[in-house]
């Protein structure tokens, strides 16, 4: 492994086993991930994004050496995750969204405080960085608080500070922001690249559901769907694989009938998403070129689908998503994350 690399994966994967307890046999084998190859450099923020299900959280216990792959290897700062989790532990922290992490008789210094101790953080030098990290995320006047009085976004602003206090070298955010509010959460994607600017040798893996998110935040993002990384590039390099493509957004009426399937039998149509709204319908359409519209509005209007709103706009992180997975992200969300 290069000494620039922080994570570095080769035909990572893992299968869960179910077994038959009365019969004592293999019942079946879910494929959690499969060949999973990536390199990540110091430094980086690094996105994996892809619905519940796909393996992202599966991948962040075997990097945090919780886990055990079952073909392939991982290394962590240097270290393999199998044979020398003692050296990667120190040097890593993880915050996972909507934990409740900590004690909640005790106050929010208090739990941060008693969490530095695991790492061994000397007394005073933890409360200098409580106190620094507390007020950067906005938590400064809460540093008295019992935790069980905090609301959820504030909760989960101290697990955020849990996670920076080691001054990891790599820290992982699984779903950092998930249930917070909008505010609570533009602090947070706030505090993240800022620690980074200020840290500029430290490396952030994220996983999170929210493409905008990963727009903001990430230098590269892999898009990961049923165990695999279908794609893995700066988010701008992605979006510049549908800019060959016409993407449209049409507000309908009713869609009587009509189906995606139905309009992507037709020449040209790479793609058709239909979602119901507001008592009409929205279709998200990628077209191989402008040509093809005419044709998708001559089976709208054969179904007396009437169009109320039409726009062409450029390429976004859902659109690679939709293109490589298959549907929306919302869709996909049913699923238990492996």
């Known amino acids: 492994m290069s000494a620039d690399l922080a994570i570095e994966t080769h035909n990572l994967g893992r299968i869960y086993t179910i077994r038959n307890r009365r019969e004592r046999r293999i019942r079946k084998e879910v494929v959690a991930l499969r060949d999973v190859n990536l390199q990540i450099p ?5 996105g994996l994004l892809g619905p519940n299900g796909a393996g992202k959280t599966t991948l962040i216990k075997i990097l945090t050496t919780l886990l055990a792959p079952t073909t392939g290897w991982a290394r962590v700062a240097g270290f ?3 044979r020398e989790p003692q050296k990667i532990r120190p040097r890593i922290n993880m915050v996972s ?4 992490s900590g004690y909640g008789l005790l106050t929010v210094r208090e739990n941060l405080w008693m969490f530095a101790q695991f790492y061994g953080l000397p007394s005073r030098e933890a409360n200098r960085r409580i106190e620094e990290l507390l007020r950067r995320i906005g938590l400064a006047d809460r540093i008295h608080t019992k935790s069980s009085d905090l609301s959820t976004g504030l909760r989960q602003k101290m697990n955020i500070v849990r996670g920076f206090l080691t001054d990891p070298e790599i820290l992982f955010l699984d779903e950092p922001t998930l249930g917070l509010d909008v505010n609570a959460a533009r602090d947070v994607r706030r505090f993240i690249r800022e620690w980074l600017d200020a840290h500029p040798d ?3 893996l994220l996983t999170t559901h929210y493409m905008v998110e990963a727009d903001e935040l990430c230098d590269r993002v892999a898009i990961i769907s049923q165990g695999r990384v279908l794609a893995c590039d700066s988010p701008e390099a992605l979006k510049r694989r549908l800019q060959r ?11 009587n009938g009509l189906t995606s399937a139905m309009l992507e039998a037709l020449p040209g149509v790479r793609k058709a998403v239909l979602t119901d709204d ?13 040509s093809a519209l005419p044709g998708v509005i001559h089976v709208l209007t054969e179904r007396a689908v009437q169009v109320r709103h039409l726009t062409k706009r450029e390429p976004t992180l859902e659109d690679v998503f939709v293109e490589l997975v298959g549907r929306p992200l919302a869709e996909e969300e049913g699923s238990d994350e492996q």
């Open 245 to 255: 493509d016409a993407l449209f957004d049409i507000e309908i009426t009713a869609p």
């Open 97 to 100: 969204g909507g934990e409740a």
């Open 80 to 82: 393999d995750v199998v």
């Open 42 to 46: 110091r430094g980086e923020l690094f």
């Open 278 to 290: 507001d008592g009409g319908a929205r279709l998200n359409l990628i077209l191989a070129a402008d």
């Open 202 to 204: 430290r490396t952030v």
